[in-house]
């Protein structure tokens, strides 16, 4: 079997950007930015990490963007399909899906211009310890509203997944504990302390949530046929007969 034929299946494309969405992810924001200022650290300490390293981190950010809006997009879409396939009417939970895809773009779109803002500027002397302060708190709490994208996304897909079956049957289990523990550590704001018990759910969901679509990307690459609707998957609603 020749690469083109490897890759032909609409499927097993998605698969591979899934793949290199979790790449380019792990590079971007991993690798290259590292350990990022934390909500506790001085202010001294946060302009040094960006004075330091703020380029790495723009670079970091480029990466990580090309990763969601090229790669996670087209990955979304495609498992929608996948999960479409075989889950009948109406396709409510492989939609819903796709809504946690976007959102998690826009989300994270979003909550990354706080840190994007302080890596340009960091040795701007007119952005005074306040506002670096501000800053910091704003990306902190931009998390916490990404992790609702993730939720969505996850939960929905594993939903899906489980009224289909047309992925490996033990991966709703993942994406359902991965969605549990955003779900809960969302709700650090309310004891307020962003390393806490209850923030840490939230730390170990978001990988998890990472896995889920690295092994449902791989799940799409070893499907040799196509997803086939189910009997429930092939029913529509009634069309109404014409008026006489």
Not at 58 to 67: E, M, N, W
Not at 92 to 119: H, K, Q
Not at 192 to 215: E, H, K, N
């Amino acid at each position: 079997m020749s690469f083109q034929d490897l890759f032909k299946p609409w499927w097993r494309v998605g698969g591979a950007f899934g793949i290199a969405f979790a790449v380019l992810f792990i590079i971007g924001v991993i690798i290259l930015q590292a350990e990022p200022p934390m909500r506790d650290d001085s202010i001294q300490d946060i302009r040094k990490y960006f004075m330091d390293d703020g380029t790495k981190y723009l670079v970091g950010d480029y990466l990580t963007g090309i990763a969601f809006v090229v790669l996670f997009l087209p990955y979304v879409v495609t498992l929608r399909w996948v999960l479409g396939s075989g889950e009948g009417w109406p396709p409510i939970w492989s939609w819903l899906t796709v809504i946690g895809g976007v959102a998690m773009v826009a989300l994270g779109g979003a909550g990354s211009l706080a840190f994007g803002t302080l890596a340009i500027s960091a040795d701007n002397k007119e952005i005074n310890d306040s506002s670096v302060r501000l800053l910091v708190e704003m990306n902190t709490y931009a998390f916490n509203l990404f992790s609702f994208g993730m939720v969505l996304f996850v939960g929905s897909a594993s939903v899906a997944i489980l009224r289909t079956r047309v992925l490996w049957r033990w991966l709703p289990v993942l994406g359902l504990l991965a969605a549990i523990l955003l779900i809960v550590g969302a709700a650090w704001p309310i004891d307020g302390d962003d390393q806490g018990i209850v923030a840490v759910p939230g730390f170990i969901g978001a990988p998890l949530t990472l896995l889920f679509v690295v092994l449902s990307s791989i799940n799409m690459l070893m499907m040799k046929d196509e997803p086939a609707a189910t009997e429930r998957a092939e029913r529509r609603p009634p069309v109404a007969s014409p008026a006489v």
